[in-house]
């Protein structure tokens, strides 16, 4: 039996092309961006709390590798990524519970965002540096 | 009562029935890390890193390894429910989306044993 069942097109929403760029939209796919490096970023921390486990010569080796200059690039990156995650969480997390969701309230959280991420990125930086320098 | 039609329904179209409770881990996991993450963070950036017996000695104590052992829970669920939803919006193959979901669900499982191991093994030792 060949019963032909109805083929209609599943409902589309407009794609993204239909709207002009604004800063936002990058905001918004940066968090799941940043967010998948979060994700790294555990795997790394794990990594971390394994090499502590297994004992000194472990964990200086861990330490070694952490302290290579390309090593100190992807913590600074990573470090901007994740306070970024951060930030734009809790204004997610506002709009959750309904507001700010306003166009120009979008953009001022937005933009209040990224100044809060810049900011705790080279306080988390240069504490992170001092944390690291000190040599047992 | 269920408005969908037997034929929906064997078709496999409409909810899966567990996008709210997704949807609310997501967020309630995200309250909890906002103090989790911001007190590891602090802690480790206030202390001498390069040093085993200072790291070891901090993440020994008990309360200490309870947040950590809370915060690679956390931080492994909520991202888990991250990652899945980015494959399922990004992968389109069903073979592939499946797969990605497995992997991804296995390395988060494997990745937050081996940190609570880890955890135990310091504050037990």
């Not at chain 1, 971390?48 to 000194?56: C, N, S």
């Not at chain 2, 997501?26 to 206030?46: D, E, H, I, K, N």
């Amino acid at each position: 039996m060949n019963s032909p069942r109805p083929v209609s097109p599943r409902p589309l929403s407009p794609h993204l092309g239909v709207y002009k760029f604004m800063y936002t939209m990058s905001l918004s796919i940066m968090h799941r961006i940043t967010g998948l490096a979060a994700a790294v970023g555990f795997l790394a921390l794990v990594w971390w709390l394994m090499a502590l486990a297994t004992g000194p010569d472990a964990y200086a080796r861990a330490m070694a590798c952490l302290g290579t200059p390309l090593a100190k690039l992807l913590l600074i990156g990573f470090t901007f990524s994740f306070v970024y995650h951060f930030c734009n969480g809790i204004r997610h997390l506002v709009w959750d519970t309904g507001h700010g969701l306003e166009r120009a309230q979008a953009r001022r959280s937005g933009a209040v965002v990224i100044a809060a991420a810049l900011l705790l990125t080279v306080l988390v930086v240069w504490l992170g540096c001092r944390a690291m320098a000190v040599t047992p | 009562m269920s408005l969908r039609t037997p034929l929906g329904r064997v078709l496999g179209k409409g909810s899966a029935g567990d996008g709210v409770g997704h949807w609310w881990v997501q967020r309630v996991t995200a309250v909890a890390l906002l103090p989790l993450t911001a007190w590891f963070a602090s802690s480790l950036l206030g202390k001498q890193l390069q040093s085993y017996e200072v790291m070891r000695g901090w993440l020994a104590q008990s309360w200490v390894a309870v947040f950590a052992a809370l915060l690679v829970i956390t931080i492994a669920w909520h991202s888990k429910l991250g990652v899945q939803v980015v494959i399922e919006d990004y992968v389109h193959g069903k073979g592939g989306k499946t797969a990605l979901l497995l992997l991804s669900t296995f390395v988060h499982v494997a990745a937050a044993a081996a940190g609570l191991f880890a955890i135990l093994r310091l504050a037990l030792a």
